[in-house]
C-alpha cells in the first residue's frame, strides 16, 4: 500500500479444526487492520489482532472449547525511509548485515494470551535498512525439527550458524541449502511441524 509493504508469518498453536478456524480469524482480522483501519504500525496491528482474537476466543472458552492463540512476526516496510518496523509474538526477527546478526525480539506472549484478564500492548521496533540487508521471518518449525545422529531438536542456535553460513547468497539458492540441510538432518524421519522461513533481500 503507497510506500509501504506488509509481510507476516503466522503460526496458530491449534491444530486441525482449532487451528484452521484461528487462520481464518487471522487473516480476517489482519485484512481489516490493514485496509479497513489503515493501520501501519506492527504494534498497533498486532493490538487489534490480539484484541479481536481474544474476544472470539472468550465466547469459545466459556464452552471449553478453542484454547488455543497464535505467534507471528509482522514487519512493515518503508521503502522510500528504507526503514522496516517490526512486532512480534513470541516469533523474532532476523537482520544479517556483512556477516553480523541483528536480532529483534518479539513480546514473550502469543496472540491469544490472557494475563489476569488484562491485554499486554505489543512493543513497536524500527531498524534502518541498508542494501544487501538479508530479512529472515520464520516459525519454529525448522528449528524445533528432530533429527542428527542424537535425534534432538536442530536448535535455534543452528539454524542461525545455518544463515549466517548462506545469507550470502542468491535466495534461490539459500532456499535450496535450507530445504537440503532440513532433509539431511530428518534423516528419513517424519516431520514434526509445519515449516516457514521467508527471506527478503534489501536492494
Known amino acids: 500500500l ?3 509493504s506488509y509481510l507476516a508469518v503466522v503460526d ?3 491444530h486441525g479444526v482449532p487451528g484452521a478456524l484461528l487462520s481464518l480469524m487471522g487473516q480476517n482480522l489482519l485484512n481489516q487492520a490493514v485496509h479497513e483501519r489503515h493501520l501501519s504500525r506492527p504494534s498497533a496491528i498486532l493490538d487489534y489482532l490480539n484484541a479481536g482474537i481474544q474476544h ?6 466459556k464452552a471449553g472449547e478453542l484454547r488455543d492463540g497464535m505467534d507471528i512476526a509482522l ?3 518503508d521503502r ?5 518496523q517490526f512486532a512480534g509474538a513470541i516469533n523474532p526477527m532476523y537482520i ?3 556477516g553480523m546478526l541483528i536480532q529483534s525480539n518479539g513480546n514473550r506472549f502469543s496472540i491469544g494470551s490472557y494475563f489476569d484478564n488484562k491485554m499486554r500492548p505489543f512493543t513497536n521496533q524500527e531498524t534502518e535498512l541498508q542494501s544487501g540487508d538479508m530479512i529472515y521471518l520464520f516459525t519454529d518449525g525448522y528449528s524445533d525439527q528432530f533429527g542428527g545422529s542424537e535425534e534432538r531438536k536442530l536448535s535455534l542456535r543452528r539454524f542461525r550458524e545455518i544463515l549466517l553460513e548462506i545469507h550470502k547468497l542468491d535466495v534461490e539458492e539459500q532456499k535450496k541449502r535450507l530445504d537440503e540441510y532440513i532433509r539431511n538432518w530428518m534423516n528419513d524421519g517424519i516431520q514434526t511441524d509445519d515449516i516457514c522461513v521467508i527471506g527478503v533481500r534489501v536492494k
Do not use: A, P, W
Not at 472470539?56 to 472458552?61: A, G, P
Not at 522510500?80 to 522496516?84: D, I, T
Open 80 to 84: 522510500e525511509m528504507r526503514k522496516v
Open 96 to 98: 544479517i548485515r556483512d
Open 12 to 14: 496458530s498453536t491449534g
Open 56 to 61: 472470539t476466543l472468550n465466547q469459545y472458552k
Open 75 to 77: 514487519c512493515v516496510f
Open 2 to 4: 503507497g510506500d509501504h
